[in-house]
């Protein structure tokens, strides 16, 4: 551990991040998905989504992601077992998961959140620490688990750590199935726009101050994919739609106006985050101390790629 703290340290201070504790929870993260990568559930397959697979991408976003985001793809024999056979094939895949992450006895779960007959479970893991938490930073590992249909896009890669990537160290995770860049960047913008109105339309909810990353997310996959002229928008716009259903049917019973008007609802959350100022004080706060990018990547700059592409998705809605 203490080779470990001074590597955290060095690497800390070749990407001029300021707090090695960044570093740190980079490398607990990739841990996290090599104990994953152990679990074999019987029923489905586990892929990797959200800004930390895109962080360990050919996308280079240049930035710290915290959380790990795993989608249950239910295996063809799944669809064959009866409504109390899926909730316990769905119980055995988590029991799975949590056995793999427990057994390496480097992480504790601390907090346990299981809704919708266990189709979305949410760990909150302890992991080592040796240095003072960032303020960006969760003291926790958020590890998310979603049952969602075979519909996103699967390409395998390895994964490597901040730490084994600068020393020049073998991936520690050889291969796992991670969700495509184009899915990755349709489910981002839906998030973003609907999340940002479901919190509007009821203060009560629980809002998350680091989705603005999301908008920097956007800009890093647009800049690259444009950059190697291989953005296919009628590819994005078919999922966007496909999405766009999947999520109507999982969000809508607490979300009426985004069932009725999806088109209005999501055009009334690029507003709110264009002229909302918490947003861009959110994007300082929660995504400056997390990137390593010399190229400019102020809030104006990124939210102008999201805006660019939400037009284009939008004008697709009923055509």
Known sequence: MKKLKQQFLEVSDVLELGNPAIIEKDYWVVALLAELAKG????????????????KSNVKILRMSE?????????PEFEQLSRAQKKMARKTCIHVVEQAITQSEKFTVESR??????????????????????????????????????????EPRSIQSL????????????????ISIQATLVEKV?????????????????????LVR?????????????NKK?????????????????????????????????????QLGLKELEENPVFRQRFVDFVTPMVFNPQPHDFDTCFASFKRITHQLLSSIGE
Do not use: W
């Open 113 to 154: 959140t299981v809704r919708d007959e266990y189709r979305y479970v949410d760990l909150e893991l302890r992991y080592p620490q040796q240095f003072s938490q960032a303020p960006c930073l969760r003291p926790i590992i958020k590890l998310e688990l979603m049952e969602t249909i075979p519909l996103l896009d699967v």
């Open 67 to 75: 959380d790990v985001d795993i989608k249950l793809i239910p295996k």
């Open 230 to 266: 291989n953005l296919d928008l009628n590819g994005i716009t078919s999922l966007f739609k496909t999405v766009l259903e999947e999520d109507i049917k999982r969000f809508g019973n607490q979300h009426v106006e985004f069932v009725t008007d999806p088109k209005q609802e999501l």
């Open 163 to 178: 730490v084994a990537e600068l020393y020049k160290q073998p991936q520690e995770v050889k291969v796992f199935d991670c």
């Open 40 to 55: 074999t559930p019987k029923h489905h397959q586990m892929v990797f989504s959200g800004g930390t697979a895109l962080a």
């Open 214 to 226: 999301h908008i920097y997310d956007v800009y890093c996959i647009l800049k690259t994919e444009e």
């Open 190 to 210: 839906i998030s973003m726009l609907r999340r940002t109105m479901s919190v509007k339309r009821n203060a009560e909810r629980k809002e998350d101050a680091t």
